[in-house]
């Protein structure tokens, strides 16, 4: 695999929740060390695309390929790339007491895919460890539990899941839900920082299409099908985001740029 | 009152023997297998299993088949089923289970009322008999201990990921259906064969009261599946040697020790909650070496 080729090559998919596509049709790539915004109205089928990307929903149609290497029909990957790949959910099902500290819950994050039991701890993987929480402001929460821990702090630690492993190919859905202003832009502003010390190639899925405007490479705009896709200021006019989202998109002039409200909050 | 002198008499017996010993490795299997069950939200799995047990064992007398031989290939296939309903129907899981052990419940007693002979013995069932334990039960089990610290042990990056998050376990490379599938059924082979020790109706006790107070004193999770099988075995022996003493169905006295446990991990945690370095610090205390450059301009 050479430095053009994409890192994520998505060829005519398809993808079914239950009786209806949710999604249909699309195609788009992502070239190496590019940060690529999926965003859409609630029900375009965000999730499901990033769902069938990563292999963990079934694909109607279409072919999706990682690093070079074909995703099998269970979403299977050789081992290798799979561990070049990383995602953040929306949230954890964290219950009370969840017994899980935080350097624990980041070392698995290193450890390979497969049975092992590199848990027992090795010197290479507790240097990591300690060097990915540092990176993401998570060192004084390294031993506290999981459950402890408030929205933004969990997103952090999240990230150190992460980074405690080289990785190429980041994936986010909605990774900010539940997050209030500043610590939604402190957030992007560690991802920012931490794609350009990685140089991952990141998809996520956003409502903030400020944030998008604001920091992504390549804007795509799904409602089922792909609607528009190219450099976020291209792509995110307002006569197209009232098109995508329908007339409650409210277009609103900011001080340096034209701005987008959704629903009445403005991205 | 037993004294205890009758105490070392019934410890010489071979019977009690096998019944400590079993209820020993029996106790830790619930405890080590019921703290992935709690943390993946299971308990009620255990319990429901337990009671539909009851078909399996009723049916094996029905038969006149040892009904332990019966009651593992019967807890296996009812793990498989409500694995198969859960994903096929759509429907929650808790009423799934509900339906599937209410019928075979109700089936088992109506098995059970067509068989005049083992009427007596529904005590044991429902309540537990561990005394009746048998060198061929005890390889069972041993061997069932090691399979599954074996598997957990291997597995363990996969089991706390997916009780985390089932997407996220995936994305990780971690083999989520084939994971499940073999949890549930591994919780089943145990449930089947502690019901010797605690009969049907008390099984869920077996598997969750232990966890649940190795939760409350454990940070880390390998603590946490130690302490969860530590209690569980321990809390068993202690139960049995009571039960013996006293001469009290070993089921409950089991779970009354189990519930002494708990009370007194809920004590300690009490106690540790109460030292500053539990508090985590919060937001803004955090110190992050990339903070000033991360600060709004």
């Known amino acids: 695999m050479t430095n053009s080729d994409p890192v ?27 940060d690529t915004a999926l965003v859409g109205p609630n029900g375009a089928g965000k999730s499901s695309l990033v769902g069938a990307v990563l292999g963990l929903l079934p694909r109607a149609a279409g072919r999706v390929q990682i690093l070079g290497h074909t995703l099998g029909p269970a979403g299977e990957l050789p081992r290798a790339v799979r561990s070049q790949i990383a995602y953040l959910p929306q949230s954890l099902a964290l219950q009370g007491r969840f017994p899980l500290t935080v350097s624990e819950f980041v070392g698995h994050g290193f450890d390979l895919p497969g049975l092992s039991l590199a848990w027992l701890g090795s010197r290479r993987r507790s240097e990591a460890v300690q060097h990915a929480v540092q990176r993401t402001g998570c ?8 459950s402890a821990l408030s929205s933004g702090q969990l997103k952090r630690v999240l990230l150190a899941f992460c980074v405690v492993r080289p990785r190429q190919l980041l994936v986010l859905d909605e990774a900010q839900t539940g997050l209030d202003a500043p610590s939604s832009e402190r957030f992007q502003e560690l991802l920012l920082e931490l794609c350009r010390q990685e140089g991952w190639t990141v998809l996520q899925v956003s409502h903030d299409l400020e944030m998008v405007r604001r920091s992504c490479d390549q804007v795509l705009c799904l409602n089922q099908r792909l609607r528009y896709s190219g450099a976020p200021n291209h792509v995110l006019s307002a006569a197209r985001l009232v098109e995508l989202y329908g007339p409650s998109v409210v277009p609103y002039r900011h001080h340096h740029a034209e701005a987008i409200a959704v629903d009445g909050i403005h991205g | 009152m037993a004294d205890p002198s009758s105490l070392l008499v019934v410890l010489n017996q071979p019977f009690m023997q096998r019944a400590l010993l079993g209820g020993l490795i029996t106790g830790t299997l619930g405890g080590l297998l019921g703290s992935f069950a709690v943390l993946r939200q299971l308990s009620f799995f255990s319990d429901a299993l337990g009671h539909s047990a009851l078909l399996g064992i009723s049916l094996g007398i029905l038969l006149g088949v040892n009904p332990t031989l019966v009651l593992i290939p019967f807890a296996v296939l009812f793990a498989l089923l409500v694995n198969q309903l859960v994903a096929r129907s759509g429907l929650p899981a808790d009423a799934l289970l509900n339906i599937v052990y209410s019928t075979s419940l109700s089936l088992a007693v109506v098995t059970l009322s067509l068989v005049e002979t083992y009427r007596g013995g529904i005590q044991q069932l429902l309540f537990g008999d561990i005394l009746g334990i048998s060198w061929s039960d005890l390889t069972v089990i041993a061997v069932l201990l090691l399979g599954a610290l074996t598997y957990l042990a291997f597995s363990l990056r996969a089991q706390v990921l997916l009780t985390l998050d089932s997407d996220l376990a995936e994305a990780f490379g971690v083999g989520a259906s084939q994971h499940r ?58 139960g049995l040697l009571g039960s013996g003493l006293f001469n009290l ?15 007194l991990a809920l004590t300690i945690s009490q106690m540790t909650n109460h030292f500053p370095a539990t508090a985590v610090p919060a937001e803004s205390q955090i110190p992050n070496a990339d903070q000033d450059a991360l600060e709004y301009h």
């Open chain 2, 249 to 263: 169905p070993s089921g409950p006295c089991v779970v009354i020790v189990q519930f002494a446990g708990f009370l």
């Open chain 2, 181 to 238: 599938l073999a949890f549930i059924v591994l919780l089943a082979l145990v449930v089947a064969v502690s019901i010797k020790a605690v009969g049907v109706l008390l099984i869920s006790a077996f598997v969750v009261i232990p966890a649940c107070g190795g939760r409350l004193v454990s940070r880390h999770f390998p603590q946490y599946a130690l302490i969860s099988a530590c209690l569980g075995g321990g809390c068993a022996l202690l």
């Open chain 1, 139 to 146: 060192h004084d929460l390294a031993e506290f539990r999981l």
């Open chain 1, 8 to 34: 994520l090559l998505v060829e005519g998919l398809s993808v079914r929740r239950g009786e209806r596509l949710a999604v249909e049709q699309v195609s788009f790539q992502l070239a190496r060390e590019t």
